[in-house]
């Protein structure tokens, strides 16, 4: 549903609630917004899936979390444990993984300059 604030500005929380329900779109959205590289994009994104998968009261129920503590978990300035964001995406039916970027290099160990024992005196 497409609402509009008392600004006369249209809210895009309307325009996501459809696609977000195929599971695919929504992990599309969640992978570009983690790809972003902004944090808050990434957690911002997991609410609005979290919106369109029941809301905050229903995920809390579920996963056993606070209902506020998920509340500031999922806000553009969030910390969350890793264990509840996992918690959250896996009630959601999303994994979180990882991958090689595709501008990663292979590392190779640096050597380390040889060091001069000491003689006894």
């Known amino acids: 549903m497409v609402t509009v604030s008392k600004h006369g500005t249209i809210k895009y929380e309307g325009y996501l609630e459809e696609?977000?329900?195929?599971?695919?779109?929504?992990?599309?959205?969640?992978?570009?917004?983690?790809?972003?590289?902004?944090?808050?994009?990434?957690?911002?994104?997991?609410?609005d899936v979290v919106d369109v998968y029941g809301g905050l009261g229903s995920v809390a129920r579920k996963t056993g979390l606070n209902r506020e503590n998920l509340y500031k978990m999922l806000s553009k300035r969030g910390n969350p444990r890793i264990e509840s964001l996992r918690a959250v995406l896996n009630h959601l039916g999303f994994t979180l993984s990882v991958g090689i970027a595709a501008e990663a290099k292979p590392r190779t160990k640096k050597k380390r300059p040889a060091t001069r024992k000491r003689r006894a005196a």
């Open 19 to 47: 696609p977000l329900r195929d599971p695919a779109v929504a992990a599309e959205y969640l992978t570009g917004s983690l790809e972003d590289g902004d944090a808050g994009v990434f957690l911002l994104a997991v609410r």
